[in-house]
C-alpha cells in the first residue's frame, strides 16, 4: 500500500468497531468512505472529518450497492485515486438464542448479512480494488472456529466468512489483491447488546413449553456475559492497519486474550473436553437445559 492512494470503504461505519476505524484511519492520512445505513448516521460520523465521506449502503440489497459504488468511483475519479486502495467488511450481525427457538426469518438474516452481504459488496468493489490492487479485510470472530451455545447463528455465519476469506485470498492472489482476516474475541462496543435487545423485542419461535426447556440457560447466558470484561477496541484497530499497510499482510489476525485462548488451546481439545469448558465458562451446566 503507497500514500498515493489511501483510500478505503468501511461496511458498518456508525458501529464501535466501524466508527473508531473512521476516525482513526482519517487521521492518518486516508481519504475514507465510511458505509451507514441511513444519512443521519453518515453526516454524525462525517462531521468534522473532511476526509471522510458517508456513503449510505444496505449490504444486503443490490440497488443500494450499486448506488454505493457509482458514489465511490466517481469521488475516486474526482480525486485523482487510481481505483479503491481497501475494502475492509466490517458490517455484522449477532442473532441470540437456541436453534431451536430462533425463527428462520432470523437465521436467514444472520447469514444473509455475515456471509452473502460481506460476498456482495466484495463482488460490486472488486473492479476498483483490482485498478489500484488493493486490500481486503474481513472483519470475522474467534467465535466462528469455536462453536457457542445460544449463539450459533453467529457461530456458523463467522465460519462461513472465514472459508470464504480463505478462498477468496486464493482466487485473488493473483490478480495483485490481498486478502485478510480479523479474528476478535469479545470487544468493547454494542453488538452484544443491540442483538440482546432485539431478541427481547422480537421474541423467540416454539410454544411455551418448547421455550421452558431453555429459560434458565437463557438466563444464565445472559449472567454469563454480563461478567465478561470485553476487550479495548485499539489491538483490533491497529491489526487492521497492519492489514491494510503492511508490504506483506498476514491472510488472519487473532486480536485479544480471549481469541487466541480460544483459537490457539480451547479449540485443540478433544470435543468432549472442549464442551465441558466452554459449558462451565458460560455458567450452562446440564441443568441449564432440563427439559420441562
Known amino acids: 500500500m503507497t500514500s498515493v492512494n489511501r483510500s478505503v470503504l468501511i461496511t458498518g461505519a456508525a458501529g464501535g468497531v ?9 487521521g492518518r492520512g486516508w481519504r475514507v468512505f465510511a458505509g451507514v445505513r441511513s ?11 473532511p476526509a471522510v465521506t458517508a456513503v449510505e449502503l444496505d449490504i444486503v440489497d443490490r440497488a443500494s450497492l450499486g448506488r454505493a459504488h457509482a458514489q465511490v468511483a466517481r469521488a475516486l475519479s474526482s480525486d485523482g485515486y487510481p481505483g ?9 450481525k449477532s442473532i441470540d438464542g437456541p436453534l431451536e427457538l430462533l425463527p428462520l426469518g432470523d437465521l436467514h438474516e444472520a447469514f444473509a448479512v455475515n456471509v452473502v452481504g460481506q460476498v456482495a459488496v466484495t ?34 455465519s463467522k465460519a462461513a466468512l472465514d472459508s ?6 486464493m482466487e485473488l492472489r493473483h490478480q495483485g489483491v490481498d486478502v485478510s482476516y480479523i479474528e476478535p474475541g469479545a470487544l468493547d462496543t454494542s453488538f452484544f447488546a443491540r442483538s440482546a ?6 421474541g423467540y419461535a416454539g410454544d411455551a413449553g418448547t421455550r421452558a426447556n431453555y429459560a434458565e440457560a437463557i438466563s444464565r447466558i445472559g ?3 454480563s461478567e465478561t470484561k470485553p476487550a479495548s477496541l485499539g489491538p483490533v484497530i491497529k491489526a487492521t492497519e497492519q492489514a491494510l499497510t503492511a508490504r506483506r499482510p498476514a491472510p488472519r ?28 465458562s458460560l455458567h450452562l451446566d446440564a441443568g441449564a437445559f432440563q427439559a420441562g
Open 197 to 202: 435487545a432485539a431478541r427481547a423485542e422480537h
Open 39 to 49: 444519512a443521519a448516521a453518515g453526516a454524525s460520523l462525517a462531521a468534522g472529518l
Open 164 to 169: 470464504i476469506s480463505d478462498v477468496l485470498r
Open 84 to 92: 479503491l486502495a481497501a475494502l475492509v467488511n466490517n458490517a455484522g
Open 223 to 225: 449472567m454469563a456475559l
Open 18 to 26: 466501524g466508527s473508531a476505524l473512521v476516525s482513526h484511519l482519517a
Open 253 to 280: 489476525y487473532v486480536v485479544g486474550r480471549d481469541a487466541k485462548a480460544i483459537t490457539g488451546i480451547v479449540r485443540r481439545l478433544p470435543a468432549r473436553t472442549r464442551d465441558r469448558a466452554i459449558m462451565r
Open 123 to 156: 463482488q460490486t468493489f472488486l473492479p476498483l480494488l483490482r485498478q489500484a490492487r488493493g486490500r481486503i479485510v474481513n472483519m470475522g470472530g474467534a467465535a466462528g472456529r469455536v462453536a457457542m451455545p445460544m449463539y450459533g447463528a453467529l457461530s456458523a
